[in-house]
């Protein structure tokens, strides 16, 4: 009995051999990873499962861009409010919303109960500005000095009709959380260009007004199932604005650094075992963060910018969190060689008390847009820098609630909304589409997320079809798999 309990369980050593390399397997595996997911959730980096391996694929011809900063308006801006004059509206002031226009849209549940549809114009004041004799309000007199260095395009349109759908499907190509970003692609793409500094950073700028702000996660950020290299790393908006960037007490530098080194190590052993790409973007992360306690205290001092540069930005910038504050450092991080910067300004969902709100988030974001631009153009750096500004949808011309003279509020509109480009090899001073009388419905050259999408990958260097990964039996990318076009007549 003995002997054929020996037979199947194997010799007693053997056993126990067994058991040491599951320990050894376990603590690689488990402890590895909490060591390495502490280290990385400090920089809001996500330790996902890899399906890319480390190498960078490159753009596939010559980009015009090697940067981006992308300023997202989440809540989605008023397209008739800022840039999409509708004068004609002036005389439906409080009259219904003509069905054939409407023409059975689905609507949100905070306005699907409402008796009527009434049309409430712009209270705004709007000006034809520039050579290109673009329309904006009132609410952004700097914007209105720089229409000629845009690229406007007012007939974007988007199939989700709700915040967190619509806001993934923009930053994702997806309306289902899970997939990359398109900052997570342009990290894969194309590589870091300053390893002392992530590829790509986050920053959520807090806005004047806080009547209704949209939660905003790090799914938004997410590598997906890239590489957790290429995740986002999210500054925070107060005290240090990456945790743990000074060592403990009585750690000096050579200490973290030999700690570094063994850690590296047993991620090499790690690898050699088990060839989980995610051990090497883990050694990677170490050795960023031991880089990032360096650079990143520099590139947040702003002692060194000139009383210049607080006269273009305004004295906002000098307040950290704020937009114009978000949009220095958006400059200082490119200037730097990151690759994508994504900035959000919050509370732009005006379902009531547009003339409460509105004006405030214009003061938040318009000089310090303008600012951007030009300190962009006076370093040279635009040319090669894209810089995109617009929310997830739109907003309606008719009124959601009590509609005055004076006031009034809009729900949400994914039929046609207004965005902006600038500089990476845009068309400056280009205007393109066109919405009807209402701004309910596109009239002409209408641009979908996935169109801009695969615009801003060719702005990279990229085809957008060829840009994909391998993931779950598929050739996954940005654009998915339904049509997308490149947009030429936004390209120089």
């Given amino acids: 009995m003995a002997s054929s309990m020996q037979e199947r369980s194997g010799p007693p050593h053997a056993a126990r051999e067994a058991r040491r390399a599951i320990t050894r397997r376990h603590f690689f595996a488990n402890g590895g990873g909490c060591l390495g ?18 190498s960078v694929p490159g753009p596939h011809f010559a980009p015009r861009a090697k940067s981006v900063i992308y300023l ?34 689905r609507l949100t549940t905070m306005t699907s109960g409402q008796e009527r549809f009434p049309i409430a114009p712009s209270k705004y004041a709007f000006q034809r500005c520039g050579e290109s004799g673009m329309w904006v309000s009132e609410l952004l007199p700097w914007t209105q000095k720089m229409v000629d260095d845009l690229t406007f395009v007012r007939s974007v349109h988007t199939d989700a009709i709700n915040h967190e759908p619509a806001i993934t499907l923009m930053q994702t190509g997806n309306q289902i959380t899970g997939r990359p970003c398109i900052g997570s692609w342009a990290s894969y793409g ?23 702000v949209q939660a905003i996660s790090s799914r938004l950020w997410s590598a997906g199932f890239l590489d957790g290299k ?61 880089d990032m306690q360096a650079s990143v205290p520099e590139l947040t001092d702003l002692s060194s910018e000139t009383g210049g540069t607080y006269e273009l930005y305004g004295e906002a910038a000098r307040e950290s969190g704020t937009f114009a504050n978000s949009a220095l450092l958006a400059r200082r991080l490119v200037e730097r060689g990151v690759r994508f910067v994504q900035v959000y300004h919050n509370n732009w969902d005006t379902h009531a008390n ?13 000089r310090p847009c303008f600012a951007l631009v030009q300190d962009l153009k006076q370093r040279g750096l635009l040319d090669d820098t894209l810089v995109i500004w617009g929310g997830e949808f739109g907003r309606t011309i008719y009124s959601q609630g009590q509609l005055t003279a004076e006031n009034y509020g809009r729900d949400h509109h994914p039929r046609c909304f207004t965005m902006w480009m600038a500089g990476g090899g845009t068309n400056a001073g280009a205007i393109y589409g066109e919405t009807d009388d209402f701004s309910y419905n596109i009239a002409k050259d209408p641009v979908h997320v996935r169109d801009l999408h695969a615009t801003v990958l060719e702005l990279l260097g990229f085809d957008h079809k060829r840009l994909s990964v391998r993931h779950q039996g598929l050739d996954q990318r940005l654009t998915g798999v339904l049509p997308a076009r490149v947009i030429r007549r936004l390209i120089a």
């Fill in 190 to 212: 194309l590589g870091s260009l300053n390893n002392q500094l992530p590829t790509f950073v986050v920053l959520v700028a807090e806005s004047t007004n806080k009547e209704q």
């Fill in 37 to 54: 997911a502490a280290t990385l959730a400090t920089l809001g980096l996500s330790p996902n499962s890899p399906a890319a391996g480390a």
């Fill in 230 to 290: 290429h995740a986002g790393v999210s500054f925070r908006q107060a005290g240090d604005p990456v945790l743990y960037l000074d060592d403990p007490p009585g750690v000096s530098r050579g200490l973290r650094r030999r700690v570094i080194d063994g850690l590296s190590d047993l991620n090499r052993i790690a690898h050699q075992r088990h060839s989980d790409p995610e051990t090497l973007t883990r050694i990677q992360q170490y050795e960023l963060a031991f």
């Fill in 72 to 105: 997202h308006m989440v809540g989605g801006p008023p397209q008739m409010d800022l840039f999409d004059y509708k004068p004609a509206m002036e005389e439906r002031f409080d009259q219904d919303l003509p069905e054939s226009i409407r023409s059975g849209q």
């Fill in 354 to 366: 547009v003339a409460g709100r509105l004006p405030d988030q214009c003061r938040d974001i318009d």
